[in-house]
């Protein structure tokens, strides 16, 4: 196994200017010996991989990366960028979140390839998301779907799509993500393999247009979503909507929990949902104390 800074060194000694005879040789010669750096770094860049040194990994694939952007090879400078994004991803966010950012920006304006831009526009916002930067998070999640529904891949569109909403949504922005949700179940109705999600997300919709205090609107929608897709009025996602209004209806908070206790008996809550139906119990809670006070 090659020493990694053996490897190094002879990386920089390729890349220094020439000086003397040796200066009289340029272009291809200047190319081919930035070309022999570049290998060096990717084979010490390997390296460091085996040994698990993934910070110095990355830094490596890095420098090959901006040697190949000095030659315009566009396509190889974000290969590379990918592999450092690799290696940083587990040791240094920061640095891998930069790798991939520089990475995407090529693929949509050098190569066209919106495919691969959106796949990684998707990990980007995972990569936001496990560092706490939930507005990054949501804004890459969402361009991730717009690239994905560019390529009309609207499977992998409504995936990013949903990830956006749902954030959004456990942000208190009730409004963005009742139309993401309703975006979603655009491009998912009269789809066979995407349709059994629709409950799913009816009933986030519905939440989240409950979470603005707005019975009448959800009402309307939920009758809506009805008309859409027949087998919504048989689902207990339904049935728990329908409860919820009655609940809202008569100012009832414990008939609201009650419902809400039994739906969580056979399709367990998940910490959206129950977060969603909290903030909705509030304004219940809310309304029958202003009863009480009546």
């Keep these: 196994m090659s020493d990694p800074s053996s490897l190094i060194q002879q990386a920089e000694k390729l890349t220094k200017p020439q000086s003397g005879f040796f200066s009289m040789f340029s272009g291809s010669s200047s190319s081919y010996r930035l070309e022999e750096a570049t290998d060096l770094y990717v084979q010490a860049a390997n390296q460091y991989r085996l040994k698990k040194d993934f910070e110095r990994a990355g830094q490596q694939f890095v420098k090959a990366a901006d040697l190949q952007k000095s030659l315009s090879n566009h396509n190889d400078v974000a290969n590379h960028l990918i592999e450092a994004y690799k290696c940083y991803k587990g040791v240094n966010v920061q640095g ?18 919106f495919r691969r831009a959106a796949n990684f526009t998707l990990d980007l916002g995972e990569l936001y998301e496990s560092n706490g930067d939930v507005p ?27 990830k956006c909403a749902d954030l959004s949504a456990l942000q208190g922005d009730y409004k963005r993500a009742v139309e993401l949700y309703e ?18 997300y009816f009933l986030k919709t519905l939440l989240c247009v409950l979470c603005q205090d707005d019975l009448i609107e959800a009402q309307k929608k939920c009758e809506n979503f009805s008309t859409e897709e027949p087998t919504w009025s048989t689902t207990r996602e339904y049935k728990l909507i329908q409860d919820i209004f009655d609940a809202m209806d008569q100012g009832d908070v414990q008939a609201f929990s009650d419902r809400v206790f039994e739906y969580d ?11 969603l139906l909290l903030k909705i119990k509030g304004s219940v809670d809310k309304d029958d104390d202003e009863m009480d006070l009546l």
């Design 96 to 113: 891998a979140i930069e790798a991939l950012s520089q990475a995407i920006h090529i693929f949509l304006t050098q190569n066209g390839q």
């Design 136 to 162: 990054n998070a949501i804004s890459s999640y969402e361009k991730a779907g717009d690239y994905f529904d560019t390529d009309h891949a609207e499977a992998l569109s409504n995936k990013a799509y949903l």
């Design 183 to 200: 975006k979603i179940i655009k491009n998912s109705l009269g789809n066979n393999l995407t349709k059994w999600n629709l409950k799913d």
């Design 265 to 275: 008996q056979f399709s367990k809550l998940d910490k959206l949902k129950t977060q």
